[in-house]
Every structure is written in C-alpha cells, then in structure tokens.
C-alpha cells in the first residue's frame, strides 16, 4: 500500500511537469485529487485497514494529499502569470503606429459660400450684418416703392404670416433688400453692408427654384456714390468668386427700388459663352440684381437725396453655388445627404 503511494506520487508530481496550460492542470487534479481518484478511495478505505497499517498509510496519504495540493496551487498560480504575459506578448502596443484619424465635422456648402462671398466684401470695407426673417410688408414692399397692389408684388409670391392686408401685416421676407430700410432708418452716413440670410417664397419646388433660399443684399451710401463704383464693386467681387478671367457684363434691368436698376451676369461657366442649356443659349448667366438707390426710398429712411446717394444689389446664394460647384438640384443642398454634402 505505501509502494503503491509512492509511486502515485511520483507519477502526479512527473505528470505535474507535463502539464502547460489551465486546462491540463484542471485534469490533472481530478485525476489525482478529484472524487474518484486512487488517492481518495485509498483515504475511503483507510477504516478498513488493521490499526498500525492504518496510522502509517493514513499519515502517508494525507501528507501526499496536502503536498499535491500545494503543487496545484503553485503551479496553478505559474500558469496563470505565464498565460497574462502571453497575452501581453501577443496583445503589445505599436506606439510608434499613426493614430486613428478623428472624423470631420463641415460647414454646409451655402454657409461656407455665404462666409466667402461676405469676405470679399469685407476685404473692400463693408461691414456683415442680418435681419429679420418675419418681415413687415412695411419693410419687405411699402419702403422698397413697392406699394399695395403694385404689379411689381408680382415678382414675389408671397409667405404670409398675417391675413390682413395693411403695411404692418407680417410675412416671411421674399427678399433681404428690407434690411437696406432697417439699416438707413438706424443709422447715419456712410453706410456699407452686407447682409446674408435665408428668404423665402411661395413657389413650387424643382431643380433650380425651392421656397427657401438665402440672399446677400449690399449697400453703400455716401456722398459720392456713381454707377462707376457699383460697377467696379460688383465686378471686383464676380472676379474673385469665379476666377480673375471670368467676363462679367452689366445690363439695365427694372427693380422698383433702384434708379437706374441693372442686372450683372457672367460669362457661362459650362460653355464660357459659345451658349448651352445651362444659360439658354445666351452665353451669359445672371448672378444678381442691382441699381443707385431710388431717391424716394432715400428720403423715406430720412436721408436726403440731394446729399447722399448709393448703390444696392442682391444676389441668390444658391444659385452662386450651383454654378461654382457645378450642381445640378438646388434641392440637393436641403436633403441631408451625406454623400452629396460630404463633398464640400
Ligand atoms: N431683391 C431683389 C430680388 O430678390 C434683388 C435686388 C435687386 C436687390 C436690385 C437689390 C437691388 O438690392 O438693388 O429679386
């Protein structure tokens, strides 16, 4: 019985060598340490066994019992340290590698154009400022020598805010040219200024007209303001957000507002002039509308005709940006596709 202890000691403790990861070392201990193994059925029989051989066989087997489970814990504890350091092995950082580039956030394309076209301007000394987007008729027609019932109303199908129809009734500015009112009504000469924002018309929706779109309305009053200095203004500006070697032409063009009133156009971005689609067979696309502060509008604000005199114009964001980037739908900037926005 003791030889037979013996030896199962000596094969646990040689198996015990053999053993390399948790696994093998949790079959090991069922073998020599579990509920079925010889080691405990010979602790079982120990009752059985006559007096001296029981003392003797029972000291030997517990003393093998409480060495083998000192190996277990032991080598238990080995494997374990050796297992964390494989995984650190096989798991190590690369702190030389790049990190993981951060997506972008971006500006929307007519914001960043927006921000563009008010810098040119404010290169040449106007200042940005906004305005209301609900409106007065006052401010949106009455003042722009747009009166009750004028046919010039007809350029403007109209968001009304309010039923009624008187100066104060609200809508939803048609245009940013009321905020050329709200500015000489609040301040003195000379004023320079631009105003970008969104405007809105009552209009069904296709690739190149949707019911909201933003303006950039300009103004300039002063002492000596001439045609000459619009001209030069506005085509200063078309040079630098189309390219210095784009043809800009200037035509008269009624606005019931401005006096003289003019259109300013661009030689086609897609034919450069030789006519297509794009501009109608034209050769030339308008990008804004312009003309000298009518006097009566002057005189309104409370500024006098026969000392100040200035420039305005307005021009549609959306339709600079189409042009510019070569889009196709104006509704596409408005749709929140990523793929389309993810472009600018
Ligand atoms: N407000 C006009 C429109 O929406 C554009 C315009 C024309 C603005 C002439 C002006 C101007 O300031 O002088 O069609």
Partial sequence: MEQELDQLEAAALEELTQTHDLLQLESWRVRYLGKKSALTSIL???ASLADGKRKTVGARANAIKTSLHAELAEKKQSLSLRSLDESLENSSLDVTLPGRPLPYGRLHPITQDIAEICSVFADMGFQVLEGPEVERDYYNFEALNIPQNHPARDMFATLWVDS??????????????????????????????????????????DATHDWMFHQVEGLAIDTDITLRDLKETLFEFCKNI??????????????PFVEPG???A???VKCKGAGCRLCSGTGWLEILGTGMVHPDVLARCGIDPTVYSGFAFGMGVERISILRHGVDDIRLFYSNDFRFLRQF
């Fill in 44 to 46: 079982r029989g120990l």
């Fill in 164 to 205: 009624r129809d008187d100066s104060n009734a609200r809508l939803l500015r048609t245009h940013t040219s009321p905020m050329q009112i709200r500015l000489m009504e609040q301040q003195k000469p000379p004023l320079r200024f631009v105003v970008p924002g969104r405007t809105y018309r009552y209009e069904a929706t």
């Fill in 242 to 255: 189309f390219g210095r070697d784009t043809q800009v032409r200037f035509r008269c063009d009624y606005f």
């Fill in 262 to 264: 003019g259109e300013v």
């Fill in 266 to 268: 661009i030689e086609c």
